[in-house]
């Protein structure tokens, strides 16, 4: 197995708060990574580093090395717009654009991306929605508003906006904490198809998610990654006592 | 000592709920008594402009002094075309200001800009006049309509500016990051998605300013002036609604007064139907698509 993204000495801060410590770390491609750790241990910014999402937050920064398939996204003269393009991410909260329709929410990447043509245009929708397997529920409403969907469609298509310019990793954070339980387990269906096409880096809290969708895993606690590796080990055999004290519920 | 706390809440219980109910029947009050000069001046102005409106106040051209009749069909089309010179300059400067304040500013630059947003706009209009007199009208040695849209859209530019930002600040943060997680620059994201999304809410604040900078009178006097006759080029004099009321309602005669009050009512007219076009026409489309 190869690597697709190699983490090497990634730091991050908020001002003169550290939030995420020296982090090395690989994803390997068509795998599901999951980060698990209490709340406020860095997960968010960590992921953020990935696709340097994190410096446009004012007083933010980031140092390291993040290699994407060979290059580094924090190099010299590297363009964080041309490395996002690469790169889709999910939020935590579904945020379609509002007053764009379904159609254009998907559209909305390629097409500000300079894609003009109708009919691929069409084709990539299609193709994304039936991707986030949501083709089927709204095939018909295509031109109704994004923001008309239920949460459970929003955050599939908001998925879909991510996959339609064919990112080769997708970041996502804490899909399904703004979701029922129906919802978050057709997500839960849907990451472990989608793995086919695309590495998946997802954030969780619920570590019966984790368990059940995830490849590897990376235990984080105080902006520190504690322990990493396949996670039937990680959730039978963790080598860290904190690791075993959070997964076994006793903190956090 | 169980029973006397139970009675203790509900006779606080019910004290509250009449204190809640005062409370309602006075905010209600109040919203009516403020909404009594509104409706008293429409309907004054309604009541003595309307019998002096016909056909030919639409179309004809003020008369000379002692002569009856004639019409405000100059000031009319004049004032129009002010509020579009005005538009011109005040709509995409203030809302390209608004942006800079909520999308980029950040720091000394922004505070500065917008505590001078905040100092022209409580200028009063007729120093702002006074202004483009010296500027404008001094140099080209004449009154024009340049001089009077440069000066209404003067007026429009801090209002439109602090309402985009008001609006644009409403926009989810989440959203634009979506946006630049597309790999979209941001300039990108600001105007195709961010400025898209709020498009109502923004054309409302433009129209609110555009109302109030069609009623404004003093900042006209010295630069836009007045015209009798139809203007033609943007370079001279042109007459307004405003003036014109101004001129009319000043002078000695009964025929003037009574044109002052109908132009008045054509004011008024003009700025509700603005608001209600906006209302109507403008924000449920913006919602639909
Ligand atoms: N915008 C921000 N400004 C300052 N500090 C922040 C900001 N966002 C997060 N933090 C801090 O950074 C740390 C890590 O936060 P985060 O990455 O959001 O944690 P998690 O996603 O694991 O809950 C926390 O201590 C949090 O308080
Ligand atoms: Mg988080």
Redesign the interface.
Known sequence: MSAIMEVSGLNAWFGAAQAVKEINLSFEKNTVTAIIGPSGCGKSTFIRCL?R?HE?V?DARAIGRVLLEGDDIYGRGVDP?????????V?Q?P?P?????VFDNVA??LR??GLRRASILKEAVERSLTLSALWDEVKDKLNA?GTSLSGGQQQRL?IA??LA?EPSILLMDEPTSALDPISTAKIEELVTELKKAVTIVMVTHNMQQAARISDKTAFFLLGDMVEYGETSRIFTAPKDSRTERYITGRFG | MKRHFADYLFRSYRKRKAVNSTMYLVLIVATLIALVPLFSIFGYVLAQGAPALNKSFFLELPKPVGEAGGGMANAILGTVTLVFLASLLGVPWGIATGLYLSEYG?GRLASVVRFCADMLASIPSIIIGLFVYALVVMTMKRFSALAGGLALGILMIPTVARSSEEMLKLV?Q??R?????????RW?VTL??VL????GPIVTGVMLSVARASGETAPLLFTAFNNRFWQGRLDQPISSLPVQIYTYAISPYDDWHRQAWAGALILVLLVFAMNLITRVVLAPK????
Do not use: D, Q, T, Y
């Open positions: 696709n999402l446009e004012p717009v041309a490395i996002r393009r690469k790169i889709g991410m939020f909260k945020n654009f509002p007053s764009l329709s909305v990447g500000l991306g508003p908001c906006r991510a310019v | 950040r989810p989440h959203i990051e979506a946006g630049l997680a597309l790999g979209l620059p990108k195709m998605i898209k999304g709020i498009r913006a919602r639909k698509s």
